[in-house]
């Protein structure tokens, strides 16, 4: 089994920082890759940043590209996500995901998902 757990959301002003944390339980973390989801009210489920099993390959989403960065630390079994230059359309309940495969799709099929924790962004 494996339990994710995000924390590090909030209220932040447009042109912002964050940085979102995810820790995880389990004997394998450090073999999973990792994601983070987001999901706005109404909208569906979107991937917005994805990190292989080591750390040494990296996916965003166009339209965090250059103002988010995924990280990892499997020593603590720790996922992060920096959030620079944030705009009110980031506003949404952010997941942690991992996935039992190396190099997974990064799509909704993720193996194991946290509850999320809520970022919003004001104009």
């Known amino acids: 089994q494996v339990q994710l757990e995000e924390s590090g959301g909030g209220l932040v002003q447009a042109g912002g920082s964050l940085k979102l944390s995810c820790a995880a339980s389990?004997?394998?973390?450090?073999?999973?890759?990792m994601g983070w989801f987001r999901q706005a009210p109404g909208k569906e489920r979107e991937f917005v940043a994805g990190?292989?099993?080591?750390?040494?390959?990296?996916y965003y989403s166009d339209s965090v590209k250059g103002r988010f960065t995924i990280s990892r630390n499997n020593a603590k079994k720790t996922v992060f996500l920096q959030m620079n230059s944030l705009k009110p359309e980031d506003t949404a309940s952010y997941y942690c995901?991992?996935?039992?495969?190396?190099?997974?799709?990064?799509?909704?099929?993720?193996?194991?998902w946290g509850k999320g924790t809520l970022v919003t962004v004001s104009s």
């Open positions: 990190i292989s099993w080591n750390g040494g390959i990296t």
């Open positions: 995901a991992a996935d039992e495969r190396p190099f997974p799709p990064f799509s909704g099929g993720m193996d194991y």
């Open positions: 389990g004997r394998s973390f450090s073999s999973y890759a």
